[in-house]
C-alpha cells in the first residue's frame, strides 16, 4: 500500500477537523443529549465494566435482548447475534479487549470482541501510532487511502494499527510497521 506523504503542520484546506465533529470528544452525557444510548458490560462481578454508546437501530434490538447490560459470560452470543444481524462485512476476525470506566483494558480473555463491533457499539479500543519527525519544523504524516472504510482519505500517523486483544503496545508497533511500512 503506498500512502501519501506531505509535510505537517503546514495544512490543507479542509483538513484540520474540529474536535467538536468526533465522538470521542463527547462526554457521555453529550452523547445521551445527542440521541445516542448507553448499554454496558457486565464483569465476572456483575458490576458494569465497560460502556457503548450506539445510535444504531440494529445493534439496540440485539442489545434489548439483554437490556443494554450484557454480562461477560454472554459477549460471544452477543457477538453472533450481532454478526447475523449485520453481516459479515467488514468482520476482520480479530479481537479486541474491551477498556473499562477506568481506562484500563481488561486482561479477562473472555473481555474481548471482534473489532469490527467495537464502532459500531460505540467502545473505546486501543491503537498504536508512530509519527516521524523530519525535522525540528517538519513533521510527516500519511494519508489514508481512499479505499479505507474507516476515514478514508484523512491525515494519519505514519505507522499505526488496533491493539489486539493481550497484544503488547511495542509487538503491535512493529506489526504495523511491517504491515505499512515494508
Not at 12 to 37: C, D, R, V, Y
Not at 65 to 87: H, K, S, Y
Not at 88 to 104: C, K, P, T, V
Not at 160 to 170: W, Y
Request: hydrophobic fraction near 45%; proline fraction near 5%.
Amino acid at each position: 500500500m503506498h500512502a501519501e506523504m506531505i509535510a505537517w503542520p503546514r495544512l490543507i484546506p479542509g483538513e484540520a477537523l474540529s474536535p467538536a465533529a468526533f465522538g470521542p470528544w463527547l462526554t457521555p452525557s453529550q452523547l445521551l443529549q445527542q440521541g445516542f444510548t448507553a448499554w454496558c458490560v457486565l464483569n465476572a462481578s456483575g458490576e458494569p465494566f465497560a460502556w457503548g454508546f450506539t445510535q444504531s437501530k440494529t445493534v439496540l434490538e440485539v442489545l434489548s435482548e439483554w437490556g443494554g447490560r450484557v454480562p461477560v459470560g454472554e459477549l460471544l452470543a452477543l457477538e453472533r447475534a450481532l454478526q447475523r444481524a449485520l453481516g459479515e462485512r467488514g468482520w476482520r476476525n480479530e479481537r479486541f479487549s474491551l477498556i473499562g470506566a477506568d481506562g484500563q483494558r481488561s486482561q479477562d480473555p473472555r473481555m474481548a470482541l471482534e473489532r469490527s463491533l467495537f464502532r459500531r457499539l460505540g467502545l473505546l479500543s486501543e491503537s498504536v501510532q508512530l509519527n516521524l519527525q523530519a525535522s525540528d519544523q517538519a513533521w510527516w504524516a500519511a494519508r489514508r487511502a481512499l479505499t479505507k472504510a474507516v476515514d478514508p482519505g484523512l491525515l494519519d500517523a505514519c505507522v499505526a494499527g488496533g491493539l489486539a486483544a493481550h497484544e503488547e503496545p511495542i509487538t503491535a508497533l512493529f506489526r504495523e510497521a511491517g504491515e505499512e511500512a515494508g
